[in-house]
């Protein structure tokens, strides 16, 4: 296996290879400036002190370039997978949606479970979800049974407990 094997991208269930992927326009732009900071702050900042710390000898018990060393590699890793992601990325702004009596990416959806418990989740590309954030991935399964849905549907949620039945309350778009 060579170096840019272990960083390949996972093949994403329910997303055939090659395809491009959907991302909101503030989610490209956080991977972007991530990249930015990565490339103009954290290698500078990081190649330097590699250089200074090789300066000093014997490199082998020298911990300022082992971690130096590691850092790199990691900020490399991390470059290239974020490279390939924006390159794949195919922005779609939510604010575009036309059809805004059904769920499509980048809506805020409100439903009920079960326990007549609201919750709101927006749909967002899978690079971008952040569940802490209410964000969940276009390829996760309540994304995916909440597609296409209106207020007052109901859709069923597999759950590894059993069926759930949720019951869409509301749709926004931003």
Do not use: C
């Not at 170096?3 to 909101?24: K, M, N, Q």
């Not at 991977?31 to 300066?55: N, Y």
């Not at 390939?84 to 009596?101: C, G, L, N, W, Y």
């Not at 418990?117 to 049974?145: K, N």
């Amino acid at each position: 296996m060579d170096a840019d094997d272990e960083d390949e991208e996972p093949v994403l269930p329910g997303l055939p290879p090659g395809v491009s992927r959907y991302i909101t326009p503030d989610g490209l732009a956080r991977m972007e400036a991530e990249l930015r900071q990565l490339l103009r702050e954290e290698r500078p900042r990081i190649v330097e002190i590699v250089s200074w710390a090789a300066g000093n000898g014997d490199r082998s018990e020298n911990g300022d370039y082992l971690y130096g060393k590691k850092r790199l590699r990691e900020i490399d890793r991390r470059v290239r997978f974020l490279t390939r992601r924006i390159d794949k990325a195919e922005p779609v702004d939510p604010a575009a949606q036309t059809r805004r009596d059904r769920v499509f990416f980048g809506a805020a959806v409100t439903y009920l479970d079960e326990n007549d418990e609201a919750r709101t989740v927006t749909i967002v590309g899978a690079d971008e979800a952040e569940l802490d954030r209410g964000q969940v991935s276009l390829l996760s399964p309540v994304a995916r049974v909440l597609m296409g849905a209106r207020v007052g549907d109901e859709v069923r949620l597999l759950t590894p407990r059993g069926p759930v039945l949720l019951e869409v309350t509301a749709i926004a778009y931003p």
